[in-house]
């Protein structure tokens, strides 16, 4: 058999934040779910994006500590159109979160903008900036 990826982890400092955070992102995140230490939920394409508190985490890992420096893991979210990641950008640093890279056109042909989530990992927004190459 071979190993196909499932999930994908985040550790988070402060799991209301987090999860509110990838609410206003689309997720569909059981209401209620801030008060487990543990949170998972399945998105479309069948793989699942899990939550674990820092304090689950040093439960059976006693030995870990918070990482220091820059970012581990990157998440990017696919929006519709240009005008959906200045929108969704717009509507999240509003919300009070962490603006890295402001929407801007990139030579890739993307229009692309990056804010940070709660535990300050670089969340990108991006779509296609021409309809015909969605």
Known sequence: MTPRLDAIGI??????????????????IPEGA?????????LPGGQRLLWDTEEVIASFDPAWKRP?????LGLAFACEDPA????????????GHRGH???????????????LD???CGVSLFASAS????
Request: glycine share 8%.
């Open 68 to 72: 220091a420096g820059g970012e581990r």
């Open 34 to 42: 801030e008060s487990a230490p543990h949170v998972e939920v399945t």
């Open 118 to 120: 709660p535990d300050g």
């Open 11 to 28: 550790i988070t400092a402060d799991l209301a934040a987090s999860l509110a955070f990838y609410r206003r992102l689309g997720l569909d």
């Open 101 to 115: 890279a402001k929407p801007w056109d990139a030579e890739w042909g993307q229009r692309y903008a990056v804010v």
């Open 84 to 95: 959906e990641v200045d929108a969704l950008y717009a509507d999240l640093v509003e919300a």
């Open 131 to 134: 309809p015909a190459a969605k």
